[in-house]
């Protein structure tokens, strides 16, 4: 007799069941032990952070990362799945700071950072317990019992190793750049985090009047950044272009391109009177080196301190005439290009922002925060008649992702990863990994990796793996790869070990490679024999989760045969924001350390939207908790909504009725099929092992259905092989479809018919 099939639709019910079942049964780890000495596939987990709560878009990511090691677990590989935990970073500080009712660096410190670190490791964990539950109600097979975890002193120690290797090669180096940093958390930001956070802004530019020193004339200078002003020590014209010196309407006298005179000035005429007379013409180097009265007198004061000229004419190719005047005014402490021309002329450098983001004294606004400065200065200028015009503009502006602080571009001392340097591999290597879709490893990340920039990598904060470089007072710095070299060169290292005995538990006679505690180790510098201290900063903890296809193993120090049967990874799949972060951080380091791609496939998937496409947010109210949703229609029915629906890299409309009429038109069918079969074989006792299939005995019908079937196969196995999931998805849905609607439809009789004739036994 077959198990008696209810007729009632209630999946979510059964759901638990399973689940449970799993669970008692260990199923997952069976999964992989039977697996034990087959080839295996690698699939690596991008950890999530498990100080945030998982939304509906984590329920696509894990039914995608689930449903490949599934179907290659049952094609015969062994497909070993740590899970992973991201653990380190601003937004845990952040967390932390919160709770605590402390606001930046300075109350954190006095806090004291050791009793800030504890708690920090402690708020990592505030929803693993629902993380937990949510993977096994969505059904999504990993090993949580024994998951890396990025904050682990040896997940550490592997980084330090790879950094040391990186340091070895002279690519990991100190320097000054302008950076986007973002003032609340003190910290600069990498290159691929600010990309996350643009918005679009309104703001006043301003056309300010520059005068010509010993002329009865003005520049005019054009700037998107009004605080910006009181640092400036020169002007930029495009050397190619050219420039005009005009009498306008206004009365003024004017130096600007030629190009951009009626945008700028047309507004000026009238009908009795033109906007401007065109006194003279040059080209953009006849102006080189013309001087003009400083602004503000604090840069003035500056200049002449630092015993450099200032505030005269420079030329750049970076000017153009598309926005402004064609001059633009230079702070060399607030910009790329600026600090170039900075170089070039041996400018002063000139920095009247603090790294709190306010004025400093040096300006009339003290105290002030750069976007609130704007208007005042503004307003100043206007005072002294040498404001043209404020006018309003909107482009894009960078926000900081974590705090949403506005960035700004600021001059700082910084450690880099000279990723430019290893470019071209960097290209090659991402040639070599089938994308899903294939347009964006050619399209956005291959022109990430075009424009490829050095990845700021340290951050000034204090939860994070340290960066482990010793630096002496005679200019020695040392990169320590290891902690036993680490051992090995400090005088004091046991000494640490007991003053944090109780902190570290008196564990294991070692010290937490962490922050307040590694700071105080000191080693000896080989060149002059002082001691060395660790400089203060920790790393980018996407370094951590880019670290994790070895550091997961504590490789190169244990698990060698491990990391190198499971590198690279022959599957990964994440969100498409992750272009520029974990799909990024992963290909760089490898790049780095092991010259290869870390991955061989890796499917992209689009953003969940609600069902009328709009983002989903908690202040529009329109988030649909995943929980929620897991209990009303079940996690198989989400599965196939989110198998069948789209394409995974596009965006994902969630609609509860969709997501119930997939279940109602798939697994209802099915459902309702197999229990057809169920009730009329039972009451015929038939036993489908007592008879063969003999070909030759079938009707048209039934072959029609063999042959339906083993195409099907073929094709769910084709698409599968080749990461292709809603065709597969619909391929099993047409099926069900063709079998229960015409099939058992047109066979029904066969069923009901007395006895045990052939065609009966044939139609079971
Ligand atoms: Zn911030
Ligand atoms: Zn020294």
């Known amino acids: 007799m077959y198990k008696k099939v209810s007729t009632n639709l209630n999946f979510v019910e059964r759901e638990k069941e399973t689940a449970q079942f799993w669970k008692d049964h260990d199923i997952f780890k069976k999964s992989i032990e039977t697996r034990e000495g087959d080839p295996v596939y690698t699939f690596y987990d991008g950890p999530p952070t498990a100080n945030g709560k998982p939304h509906i878009g984590h329920v696509l990511t894990r039914v995608i990362k689930d449903m490949i090691p599934r179907y290659r677990t049952m094609k015969g590989y062994m497909v070993p799945r740590k899970a992973g935990w991201d653990t380190h970073g601003l937004p845990v500080e952040l967390e932390v700071e919160k709770k605590l009712g402390l606001d930046g660096k300075e109350q954190i410190e006095e806090y004291g950072l050791d009793p800030f670190i504890t708690q920090c490791k402690e708020s990592v964990w505030k929803y693993k317990g629902m993380w937990e539950d949510f993977s096994k109600t969505v059904g999504f097979w990993a090993d949580m019992d024994n998951p890396y975890v990025t904050y682990n002193d040896n997940f550490i120690e592997s980084e330090w190793w790879a950094l040391k290797t990186i340091w070895d090669k002279g690519l990991l180096y100190k320097g000054f750049k302008i950076v986007p940093y973002c003032p ?161 002329y041996d400018l002063p450098f000139v920095q009247f922002v603090d790294g709190k983001g306010n004025m400093t004294e040096d300006t009339p606004y003290a105290g002030l925060f750069v976007k609130d400065a704007d208007p005042k200065v503004l307003v100043d200028l206007d005072k002294e008649g040498l404001l043209f015009d404020a006018p309003k503009f909107e482009h894009d502006y960078p926000f900081c992702w974590r705090c949403d602080t506005p960035l700004i571009y600021y001059a700082r001392e910084s450690w880099f990863i000279k990723m430019t340097a290893v470019k071209d591999d960097l290209i090659r290597n991402n040639n070599k990994i089938n994308w899903i879709p294939e347009s964006i490893g050619k399209g956005r990340f291959g022109d990430w990796l075009e424009n490829v920039q050095d990845w700021g990598i340290s951050r000034n904060r204090y939860w994070g793996t340290p960066l482990p470089v010793w630096q002496c007072e005679c200019g020695k710095m040392h990169c320590i790869g290891s902690r036993e070299e680490l051992k090995k060169m400090s005088p004091n290292y046991q000494d640490v070990v007991k003053k944090y005995s109780k902190e570290m538990d008196g564990d294991k006679g070692e010290v937490e490679l962490h922050r307040p505690f590694i700071d105080d180790v000191v080693i000896t510098c080989p060149d002059c024999g002082k001691e060395m201290h660790r400089v203060p900063e920790v790393i980018d903890c996407w370094f951590d989760s880019g670290a994790m296809p070895f550091a997961q193993h504590h490789y190169p120090f244990e698990n060698k045969e ?30 780095l350390l092991f010259n290869k791609a870390p991955y061989k496939n890796v499917i992209v998937l689009g953003h969940v939207q609600d069902e009328n496409g709009q983002k989903m947010s908690k202040s529009k109210g329109n988030a649909v908790d995943p929980f929620e949703a897991l209990e009303t229609y079940g996690a198989d029915a989400i599965r196939w909504y989110f198998y069948v629906n789209s394409a995974p890299w596009l965006p994902n409309r969630f609609h509860g009725k969709a997501v119930q009429e997939g279940q109602r038109k798939f697994m209802g069918t099915l459902w309702n099929t197999y229990a057809f079969f169920v009730l009329y074989a039972n009451i015929d006792e038939f036993d489908a092992t007592k008879y063969k299939l003999e070909y030759e005995k079938l009707s048209v019908m039934d072959k029609w259905l063999l042959s339906k079937l083993n195409t099907l196969v073929k094709t769910v196995d084709d698409n599968l092989a080749n990461y292709r999931i809603p065709e597969t998805a619909r391929a099993l849905q047409e099926f069900v479809d063709d079998m229960s609607n015409w099939y058992v439809r047109r066979s029904r009789e066969r069923f009901w018919a007395k006895g045990m004739e052939q065609d009966k036994i044939n139609a079971y």
Request: proline content about 4%; charged content about 25%; some cysteine.
């Open 562 to 591: 491990v990391f190198e049967q499971q590198f690279p990874a022959d599957f990964i799949s994440e969100a498409v924001d992750q272009t520029r972060g974990w799909f990024y951080s992963l290909l760089a380091i490898s790049t």
């Open 184 to 344: 609340r958390c003190g910290t600069p930001l990498s290159s691929h985090e600010v990309a996350q956070g643009y918005k679009a802004v309104k703001e006043r530019s301003a056309v300010v009047r520059f005068k010509v020193a010993g002329e009865d004339a003005y520049f005019l200078a054009w700037t998107t950044t009004p605080w910006t002003l009181p640092s400036n020590v020169a002007l930029c014209v495009n050397p190619e272009e050219t420039y005009c010196k005009v009498k306008a309407a206004d009365g003024y006298v004017y130096y600007m391109a030629k190009a951009l005179l009626d945008k700028v000035l047309g507004k000026l005429g009238t009908e009795e009177t033109p906007a401007y007379e065109i006194l003279e013409t040059y080209k953009g180097t006849d102006l080189e080196y013309k001087e003009y009265v400083p602004l503000y007198e604090g840069a003035a004061k500056s200049a002449e301190k630092q015993h450099k000229k200032a505030h005269f004419v420079t030329c750049a190719d970076y000017v153009t005439m598309s926005d402004g005047t064609g001059i633009v005014h230079i702070a060399p402490a607030f910009g790329e290009d600026d600090a170039q021309v900075g170089r070039k």
